[in-house]
């Protein structure tokens, strides 16, 4: 134990000395311009990486033994790895989370599934789902949250984090992220086939399901609220920075879903129409949408076409554009009310060529500045890189490059 927690420090302290550097309150103040619509440039950041590919140096290789602590290191590696080969605009922040024990933020259905892997250091598969809901008897099975949540365990976590990075780095404890999607759930329990047909020839039995999804999180969030267990103030949202004058920065007692970012999407509806997207998400969704501070609707799904539902979303500040969305379109749609949060095709770090990547970025740019959008480039998705780190590297210098013209 006392050999894993002088490798902890050890991390920890290199942590600390990054995190305590100007930058990294320069770039907080320019995520908050670029959230208050107000950008200086647009920014850039990386996330969900293929770590399993990434390893250099041994920068990566994990050395504690305890399999918490491991976790712990992991967190801390990939973080000091980020910094050094692909910093862009993400912040070294100076505190460590500690996730809080809590159980029951669920609807008691696991996935039917056949998953099939190509790479076994990967844990990006593909899945075939197994269709769990035909009927509307099969609403039963939809359990409503009940959320509980171990104290002691949580204490137990804190203050064995507390003592290794005690005099290093903050220890905060959250509670689960504001994830909020009735559809990705949906597509693994009935398969994205067996839903989308279902909206056809089943449309009260979707309608039910889904809406009974919605009352189920609504349900899940105040109990979250009512036991002070919500998320606390935001570094990130969805890959991207959170930082913003709009919400509280320091956490306060009581703590509530006005105080934070959503994060929403229905990427299973991206071949619908926009009528149907907007009677089954935009409709159906509006209570969570509501009820939160700000809200980051949109993932892989083009929204290009369906921007005057989106529109409709309260409180709406970010806006995706994924690699299928004609951009033009997005950005004339999306003008300078929201940011356009651009999602470069992670596919062109397979089939590697600079000036295809250095294309697509000062297109998007010049097309947003076009139509006076704020803009974000948000490199994630990640699965492979070919087993070649150095493309995400180079990725990052171009975006950078591009971005400071």
């Excluded at 002691?152 to 290093?168: C, S, V």
Aim: with cysteine; aromatic share 10%.
């Amino acid at each position: 134990m006392n050999k894993d927690k002088d490798i902890l420090r050890n991390l920890a302290g290199q942590v600390a000395e990054i995190a305590a550097l100007p930058i990294q309150e320069e770039k907080r103040d320019q995520w908050r311009k670029l959230n208050s619509l107000k950008p200086e440039r647009p920014m850039v950041m990386i996330d969900q990486v293929c770590w399993n590919e990434m390893n250099v140096d041994d920068m990566l290789t994990l050395r504690c033994e305890n399999k918490e602590l491991r976790e712990m290191e992991f967190i801390l590696r990939k973080r000091l790895y980020q910094s050094k080969y692909f910093p862009a605009d993400s912040v070294m922040d100076s505190f460590i989370i500690i996730e809080k024990s809590i159980t029951g933020m669920n609807f008691g259905i696991s996935n039917e599934e056949h998953t099939l892997a190509t790479d076994n250091t990967n844990g990006v598969v593909s899945h075939s789902y197994i269709n769990q809901f035909t009927s509307l008897e099969d609403l039963e099975k939809i359990k409503f949250p009940i959320v509980k949540h171990d104290e002691k365990e949580t204490a137990r976590r804190l203050a064995m984090a507390q003592e290794i990075f005690d005099g290093l780095l903050e220890v905060r404890s959250e509670g689960p992220a504001t994830y909020l999607s009735v559809w990705d759930p949906i597509a693994m329990w009935m398969g994205v086939e067996g839903a989308l047909y279902s909206l056809i020839d089943q449309p009260d039995l979707m309608f039910a399901l889904a809406k009974k999804m919605v009352d189920g999180y609504m349900i899940g969030l105040d109990q979250l609220e009512a036991l002070n267990l919500l998320e606390g103030p935001q570094s990130l949202i969805h890959c991207t920075g959170a930082w913003t004058d709009e919400l509280p920065q320091e956490l306060k007692s009581p703590w509530s879903t006005k105080d934070i970012w959503m994060f929403g999407l229905a990427q299973m509806l991206s071949t619908v129409s926009p009528s149907m997207f907007e009677e089954f998400e935009i409709e159906i969704s509006m209570p969570l949408f509501e009820r939160f501070g700000l809200v980051y609707y949109g993932c892989c799904d083009p929204l290009d076409r369906k921007m005057d539902q989106v529109r409709r979303i309260p409180n709406l500040r970010k806006v995706s554009m994924s690699p299928w969305t004609d951009k033009s379109l997005g950005a004339s749609q999306i003008g300078s009310d929201y940011v356009y949060s651009f999602k470069p095709n992670p596919a062109f770090l397979v089939e590697y060529d600079e000036d295809v990547i250095r294309k697509d970025l000062r297109e998007t740019l010049e097309i947003c500045k076009r139509y006076n959008c704020p803009v974000e480039l948000i490199l994630k998705d990640i699965s492979t890189v070919k087993y070649k780190p150095e493309r995400l590297w180079r990725w990052a210098q171009i975006a950078m490059e591009e971005v400071n013209k």
